[in-house]
């Protein structure tokens, strides 16, 4: 689900920091040296960048339009590849059983079975295609807010991750209602303790 979807679930963060008068200039920059690479035929089985809104399979920040009004719009894209178990299974027993065959032997050493399973893993990797997941971006930046369009608990970790990686100097703080009532009310230091220790309640029987 994303930004043109009939439902969403978003996650909102607060950006501390301050943005030069070259917001543009410095977000765009901060985009392209992250942006999402390809890992077709690549033994790699995960990679995370930013990527264009409007072409997020074949994103291009140099000419992508990135500012509409006051919000920077953008993706995050989360490529991963998957092998299942059960055809590194098949491909081990394949392998083994060639192994065995060329050293006209009954049985193979505990260190062999390993880099047989090893080696599989990793032609099956530069093989298979990744599977891509994107999750679209919104940056008010006159209000100092990031929307993220995802709760995944991994995607908002990647996100944070690289959100600072490349905008150096800003932070994120994640929103919920204590870090929302933290941030809206000038608290004292025995009224945040006592904010840390409030537990949720349970209306449900």
């Given amino acids: 689900m994303g930004l ?4 969403q679930t978003i996650a ?3 950006v501390e920091g301050d943005l030069p008068q070259s917001a543009t ?3 765009r920059n901060g985009l392209k040296k992250n942006c999402i690479t390809d890992i077709d035929n690549e033994a790699q089985d995960m990679a995370v960048g930013w990527t264009d809104f409007e072409a997020p399979f074949t994103p291009d920040f140099d000419s992508a339009t990135i500012l509409i009004g006051d919000h920077f ?7 991963k590849k998957s092998i299942p178990s059960k055809v590194v299974k098949q491909q081990v027993a ?3 059983a060639k192994r065995l065959a060329q050293s006209d032997r009954e049985f193979l050493s505990k260190n062999e079975k390993k880099d047989i399973k090893e080696h599989v893993i990793n032609v099956l990797t530069i093989r298979i295609p990744p ?4 999750f679209d971006v919104v940056w008010d930046y006159s209000k100092r807010e ?3 369009f995802t709760t995944q608990k991994a995607a908002n970790e990647e996100f944070e991750t690289l959100f600072n990686k490349s905008f150096g100097g800003l932070k994120l703080i ?16 025995p009224q945040r303790d006592l904010l840390a220790g409030l537990t949720p309640e349970d209306f449900t029987e």
């Fill in 12 to 14: 909102r963060y607060r």
């Fill in 174 to 189: 994640r929103i919920f209602p204590y870090t929302m009532a933290d941030l809206t009310f000038s608290l004292s230091d």
């Fill in 131 to 134: 599977t891509p997941n994107v």
């Fill in 25 to 27: 200039e410095l977000v």
């Fill in 4 to 7: 043109l979807s009939s439902t």
């Fill in 146 to 148: 990031v929307w993220l």
């Fill in 94 to 96: 394949i392998e083994s």
């Fill in 73 to 79: 719009v953008f993706g995050m894209r989360v490529d």
